[in-house]
């Protein structure tokens, strides 16, 4: 027998006033009136609903970066990059999300990792008076929003956790424009300022803190131009712990004489899942109507690709990389291979299978033409990469075919190990070899775009870690050393 189902709830008023009611009008021009709905209009333009009971933070999120015009850096559909709840699979599974939703901590993560920039605040690390002000800076511009975390209890609504952006603020009122993504449940509706702080103060029973909120604007650059993290696999919980916290211990309980001995020790303790975890960014494309030239977009976004890969390239930790990896003893007998699964997607899997076509030379990218084949359906795509005058120096690279065109094993692990903490190093024993390493990993010798890249890595290595330990608390916008 079919059930019936749920349509909507009677919003309880008091203490919320429904946004399309004749008081919620009323407040929401003179809130206009007064200049405290600029951050609105974009978010208006990009509200959505939930796809999931559970996904309240996910669309919360994707509604913002989105408004921000944050670029995600890969494709939603088609040929359209745009943030979707579906793509914000980083720090915890989707499907854990859609049975548990997801933490106060681990939305923040997401943020981090989606390349936002956040300030996040439980209400034991703020005050009313902060929200407020928060809230304000919000509301009178476009270029940050606001995301609630709270307890729909502390509004007399049906169900516990949720999260949701803030729309705007009536400072006459002291009120809240809550812009609802649960909208199958409730309309966007004012709250008081003082209640919604209360709401927020609820412990979250799931970690055992209170809940908060976050403030997210845009970063001063695009993070991630050639690697990015990947938590998409589980087993990235046991990757970051190793790469934060086992290979410092590995280097302290080891007698290291020299870098091939450092290299050797981090490379074959590398857990056999460890390609799944970090990943290189291609340019992926449909292809229309056969033409294959690049935009100006798109050979901006390459040629600095191009220049990072070639920062890497040039460091002297490289060139220690490429000869261990080159040498008898270790090229492809230990080491986990890199996999391709995603940033050298099925994509360009199928581009290889149906016969590809290298076409060098295109204002420094590369560009590898051909056929993705999706059950019945054929598509012709381009994929983008960086070029490099580098030289294969391991079959642990990938097919080589392609070595030369895009990042390889060589150049990912350089890039992994100079975002490393700087700590890491410490526990060496052998202090020529400490001094060594440690000059040769200094963040501060590297020119300025592959220090960014590397900080972006480093940070995201460090949310990974506070993501596993649940501790994602408090504003991680500070640049990271």
């Known amino acids: ?52 009971p559970a996904y309240c933070g996910l669309a919360s999120l994707s509604m913002v970066l989105n408004s921000l015009a944050i670029d995600p850096g890969r494709k ?56 407020r002000k928060h809230v304000m800076r919000c509301s009178v511009s476009d270029d ?113 004489k020299d870098i091939e001995n450092v290299l050797s020790l981090i490379f074959t303790s590398l857990p056999s899942n460890f390609g799944e975890f970090i990943k290189w960014i291609a340019e992926v494309r449909r292809r229309e109507d056969g033409d294959q030239s690049l935009s100006p ?23 220690h990389v490429s000869a261990f990896l080159s040498s008898a003893n270790s090229c492809c007998r230990n080491l986990p291979l890199l996999s391709h699964q995603d940033n050298f997607p099925d994509i ?18 590369s560009v590898v033409s051909g056929t993705v084949v999706n059950g019945k359906s054929e598509h012709g795509v381009d994929v983008l990469f960086p070029s490099s005058q580098m030289k294969p120096g391991c079959c642990c690279s990938v097919s080589s075919n392609y070595i030369g065109i895009h990042p390889a094993s060589n150049d990912v692990l350089t890039a992994l190990l100079l975002a490393l903490p700087p700590e890491t190093w410490s526990g060496i024993k052998n202090e020529k070899v400490l001094l060594e390493i440690s000059s040769l990993a200094l963040t501060e010798n590297l020119p300025t775009l592959l220090q960014e890249e590397v900080l972006h890595l480093r940070r995201q290595l460090y949310l990974l870690k506070r993501c596993q330990e649940n501790k994602v608390d408090v504003d991680l916008g500070a640049p990271l050393s």
Request: charged content about 20%.
């Open 1 to 52: 027998m079919a059930m019936a189902g749920l349509y909507r709830r009677v919003l309880p008023s008091p203490p919320a006033i429904d946004f399309a009611s004749h008081e919620g009008k009323k407040l929401f021009i003179e809130a206009i009136q007064s200049g405290t709905m600029e951050g609105f209009y974009r978010l208006i333009s990009f509200f959505q609903t939930q796809s999931e």
């Open 76 to 131: 939603w559909k088609g040929p359209w990059r745009w943030f979707d709840e579906s793509m914000l699979d980083c720090c915890e599974p989707l499907e854990k999300v859609k049975v548990t939703g997801i933490s106060f901590g681990k939305l923040v993560c997401l943020a981090h990792c989606a390349g936002a920039k956040v300030e996040a605040f439980r209400t034991n690390q703020s005050t009313l008076e902060d929200f």
């Open 144 to 256: 940050c929003h606001v995301i609630s975390s709270y307890d729909r209890l502390a509004l007399k609504q049906t169900g516990s956790g949720h999260f949701s952006p803030i729309g705007g603020y009536h400072v006459g009122r002291d009120m809240a424009l809550v812009l609802d993504v649960a909208r199958f449940k409730y309309p966007p509706h004012w709250v008081p300022l003082s209640l919604l702080w209360e709401a927020m103060g609820y412990v979250d029973k799931s970690t055992g803190q209170q809940r908060g909120f976050m403030l997210i604007s845009r970063p001063h650059r695009e993070p991630g131009l050639l690697y990015t993290l990947s938590c998409k696999n589980e087993s990235w919980v046991g990757i970051a712990k190793y790469l934060m916290d086992d290979v410092s211990l590995l280097l302290k309980s080891a007698d290291v």
């Open 297 to 319: 977009e798109e050979k901006a976004r390459v040629n600095v690709k191009e220049e990072v890969l070639k920062q890497v390239q040039e460091t002297g930790l490289f060139k």
């Open 348 to 365: 360009a899997a199928s581009v290889c299978c149906q016969g590809a076509e290298i076409l060098a030379g295109i204002s420094g990218a």
